[in-house]
């Protein structure tokens, strides 16, 4: 998985297209992401001794990997990743305009 937890990545599919966010949690062995701002879903909690209310909260739900692209700031638009290789480390680069990721 290409994608890592910081990136700001651009939804390209979904009901959520178009919108920008930051990876917030990644999940390589399930190929998900969560990024925020993205994907919201609505949970109804049980009244609690923390929350003697209960109610509704609204979460961020995992998204699919294959969805999501890394943004550039440089161009404005989804990029696809590329590898370089610096002093015997290999680091992360856009495809789009050229700059490191990592």
Not at 1 to 17: E, L, N
Not at 39 to 52: A, D, I, L, M, R
Not at 73 to 82: D, I, L, P, S
Request: glycine content about 10%; proline content about 4%.
């Amino acid at each position: 998985m290409k994608i890592k937890k910081g990136d700001k990545v651009i939804v390209i599919a979904g009901a959520d297209k178009g919108k920008i966010g930051t990876v917030q949690r990644a999940f390589p062995k399930l190929n998900k992401v969560i990024v925020d701002g993205v994907h919201t879903v609505t949970k109804h909690q049980k009244p609690t001794q923390k929350n003697p209310d209960g109610g509704r909260i609204e979460l961020y739900a995992p998204i699919d990997v294959s969805n999501v692209a890394i943004y550039d700031e440089k161009k404005k638009k989804a990029t696809r990743v590329g590898y370089t290789f610096e002093n015997g480390k290999k680091i992360r680069v856009s495809k789009v305009s050229g700059t490191k990721l990592d």
